[in-house]
């Protein structure tokens, strides 16, 4: 494994945006945007994985979970409230301290800390999510093996990330980072994975990919889960 597998160029960017973060119109937006159909499918998948009891507030109660490049928070506070004993893990020192922050006021306890996958040691979670994470990274397999390396037995992981596809050059580096409606240079086009990469970067961390599923837009809905992979998509993955 490489020493870290963090970008330094790609911590300082983020950390730019961290005082904006919770800022729903801000430079953020489109996370926020993002988070309904992240956090309905996550709790789907969760639900399936485990059994869990669909009309539960905190159907998480009793699981650890890690939100791998955490930004300021905006997973974690969702999976707190779902009950999760939450860890989130960034590289930006500027966005740990704004989510920190961030859930004071909230009047959640989240572990949050400034650090890398390596950091993570003998530590296991029941649950890691990474969302838009894997495609600033600098050794994308090095990554997933840590990731796999801090799961527990029977643990679930959920990742997100953007196909590397022409659709996905053209809506999200032409038009959204060429409209403003994200920061530019959050993208390299060629640092994007398509699904088979990643489920074969995932099996060879000794996971099982359980699921993929696309990561699409309505002008009527916003974004949506979708059969189309071709923009983003979500991959689901158990350890044995």
């Not at 949050?112 to 390596?118: D, K, L, Q, T």
């Not at 403003?180 to 995932?202: A, C, N, V, Y």
Request: with cysteine; aromatic share 6%; proline share 5%.
């Amino acid at each position: 494994m490489t020493q870290t597998t963090i970008n330094p160029a790609e911590a300082r960017h983020f950390g730019a945006m961290a005082a904006d973060w919770w800022n729903p119109a801000g430079s953020s937006a489109m996370l926020h945007r993002l988070n309904p159909v992240r956090l309905s499918y996550l709790r789907a998948v969760a639900n399936a994985h485990w059994a869990l009891p669909a009309a539960s507030f905190t159907p998480l109660a009793g699981k650890a979970a890690l939100d791998m490049g955490c930004g300021a928070g905006l997973l974690c506070e969702p999976l707190a409230r779902l009950g999760a004993r939450v860890t989130g893990l960034d590289a930006a020192p500027e966005n740990i301290h704004a989510a920190r922050a961030h859930a004071h006021q909230s009047g959640l306890r989240i572990d949050y800390r400034v650090g890398s996958v390596e950091a993570l040691g003998s530590e296991r979670f029941d649950l890691i999510t990474s969302m838009e994470v894997i495609e600033h990274v600098v050794d994308p397999a090095a990554f997933v093996r840590g990731l796999a390396g801090a799961l527990a037995p029977g643990g679930l992981m959920l990742l997100s990330t953007p196909n590397r596809t022409a659709l996905s050059r053209l809506a999200l580096i032409t038009l959204a980072e060429g409209t403003g409606q994200i920061p530019r240079g959050t993208h390299d086009w060629h640092q994007f994975l398509k699904p088979d990469e990643l489920s074969d970067i995932l099996r060879d961390a000794g996971l099982s990919v359980i699921e993929t599923r696309g990561l699409g837009f309505s002008p009527l809905k916003g974004f949506v889960l979708s059969d189309d992979l071709s923009l983003d998509y979500f991959i689901a993955a158990t350890a044995g």
